[in-house]
């Protein structure tokens, strides 16, 4: 029983089952509800947070923060509108399997730890759009099953992504702030240390759950 509601709630945390049977009861244009419910799944997404976490943990400079999560809000909207509205498929469980493997990647970035252990450092800017088509994808996943109305399915979409982007700008504006602090700390580049050993076990433990859920079901 208790591996049963692990893998229900591996499965089901991007979209709350009250936001299901919203989005399967309705139909037509709808831009409000949907930018409020893009917005809401950005704001409680604990996956798609600790992936913007860890790419703005060692980013001082505004420019490069908004280069960052521009690239990854581009991969994140384009294969969301492209999953639903192409119908394009995939095991979800699989697909968050290999977001938790992002935060995993994006820590060990951060602890500098490819270039210690194998003498190469990845493109970050291409591992950001590339993990970001997975997060967009993993929702469209989820998406796709509600069986969503074709009548104003694009507008809706498109009004999903705003409020994916707004509820990330809230996000980042409170990291950012949170950080900003931090980092005046003395011990903050020991505790970075600790933080992002932390960040990488919450990705093993993200992956585990959704390999676990996919075998169980």
């Known amino acids: 029983m208790l591996i049963s509601s692990l893998a229900q709630t591996a499965y089901a945390h991007g979209v709350?089952?009250?936001?299901?049977?919203?989005?399967?009861?309705?139909s037509g244009i709808n831009l409000i509800p949907f930018i409020y419910l893009g917005a809401k799944h950005m704001v409680t997404g604990y996956d798609h947070l600790?992936?913007?976490?860890?790419i703005i943990f060692f980013l001082f400079?505004?420019?490069d923060v908004g280069l960052y999560v521009s690239i990854f809000a581009i991969g994140?909207?384009?294969?969301?509108?492209i999953g639903v509205f192409f119908d394009i498929s995939a095991n979800a469980y699989l697909i968050d399997a290999i977001i938790g493997l992002s935060v995993v990647y994006k820590a060990l970035d951060n602890l500098n730890a490819f270039k210690k252990w194998f003498g190469f450092q990845p493109n970050t800017k291409l591992a950001t759009l590339i993990f970001g088509l997975f997060h967009g994808f993993g929702l469209a996943t989820k998406i796709q099953e509600f069986e969503l109305?074709?009548?104003?399915?694009?507008?809706n979409l498109i009004a999903f992504n705003i409020g994916v982007e707004i509820g990330q700008l809230l996000a980042l504006s409170l990291i950012l702030i949170f950080m900003g602090f931090w980092r005046k700390h003395p011990k903050f580049m020991q505790q970075a240390f600790i933080s992002n050993t932390l960040l990488m076990t919450s990705g093993f433990v993200l992956m585990g759950y959704q390999l676990s859920a996919y075998t169980l079901n």
């Open 149 to 155: 109305a074709e009548e104003g399915l694009l507008p």
């Open 50 to 54: 600790l992936f913007l976490f860890g």
């Open 16 to 26: 709350t089952l009250g936001d299901q049977g919203y989005i399967q009861e309705i």
């Open 76 to 81: 994140h909207s384009s294969t969301l509108l």
């Open 61 to 63: 400079k505004l420019k």
